[in-house]
């Protein structure tokens, strides 16, 4: 039996009203990987004893949204949108998703791993425990189960939680003559039943956009994952407001993620379907988007918000989640509480994680320790802070 017994910590986690707050005990106990107790004066003899020396103990944060595994960069993408083309204009040019599918279906498993690799380190320097890992860059079943397959091997490598999800349903495979139609039967009727079959992703996602897939195609994948037991996600409203929020509430989604141009009038669907609202401020930034997503609405029909980093090489190329949790406070104005409790325990909640996100009792013991003056500290100064001790699944890796 594994027991490490923290000591004179400062603890800050999200409360069961999702407020982030100051905890009163000091003390956290870990047996066998799970937080046992919390307390003040918590003896126990058997136990590993760390002094925290009053050091703040956050819970691991958790990356819920990423597409961390690709070959190739866009950075020439980059440049022309700085000079004003616009993101669709490229995609439609053969670039976007599809220059990176190409890129990716040219490197074999040990390169796409070894680069998936670097990006998943980074995330992990500032505090990442958990990181969702998304397939979507091979269009072809070969290449989608090569990504699955590094995402898996990325947690056997580094400790971190890996949670995958299957997003064959990204865009159409470049260099194909085949319809929206066609391509959404192979989704649905091949991989789909595949991935459940071999158990090889927790979650299904879409592309739900006019430069993506409609809605009557995105509710064939939704109908499809759900027929083989899987949870679905969606990507939806980032350029329009295209009804996929709506959809994806329908089938109890997870999560909806990126959601500039959600409507207020489909929030509530949202609400009542449980579904989290995922920001995700990078590819805000790096688009240069100017519709803001509609933050006041989601507070007022309390709907948890989650922050990632969407870590792609396109439109987000950010492996630093607290840069992240940064950007949706200045940009979107969140307050640091929500962006600290939007990398926490509603990242948990947009994956359907039970047991994470929280210090609290019965959850698993994936916390860090930061010398810092407040949690505040580690939203309000970007790049400066490194955990000084990690435990994942109680297991110290730090």
Known sequence: ????????????????????????????????????????????????????????????????????????????????????????????????????????????????????????????????????????????????????????????????????TFLGAHALPPDSEVSAEEYIDFVCQTMIPYVAEHQLADAVDVFCEKVGFNLAQTERVFMAAKQSNLKVKGHVEQLSDSKGAALAAKYNALSVDHIEYLAEEDIPLLADSGTVAVLLPGAFYYLKETQLPPIDALRKYNVPIAISTDMNPGTSPIASLLTCANMACVLFGLTTAEALTGITAHAALALGLKNKGQIKTGYDADMCLWDIESPESLVYEINGYRPTAKWIGGKRVL
């Open 1 to 164: 039996m594994s027991t490490t017994l923290i000591k004179n910590a400062r603890i800050a986690s999200s409360n069961d009203n999702h407020e982030f707050v100051q905890l009163d005990a000091t003390d956290i106990l870990v047996v066998n990987g799970k937080i046992q107790a919390i307390g003040n004066d918590l003896v126990c003899e058997t136990a590993v004893r760390v002094d925290a020396h009053e050091q703040w103990c956050l819970p691991g944060f958790i990356d819920c949204h990423t597409h961390l595994v690709y070959g190739g960069n866009r950075a020439q993408e980059f440049s022309l949108r700085l000079k004003g083309v616009s993101y669709e204009t490229i995609s439609k040019q053969g670039g976007g998703i599809k220059s990176t599918v190409r890129a990716t279906r040219a490197l074999n498993e040990a390169t796409l791993l070894s680069q998936t690799l670097r990006r998943a380190k980074r995330l992990a320097e500032e505090g990442v425990t958990t990181v969702e890992i998304k397939s979507g860059y091979g269009l072809d079943k070969d290449t989608e189960l090569r990504m699955l397959d590094v995402a898996l091997k990325v947690g056997e490598l580094t400790n971190l939680n890996i949670q995958r």
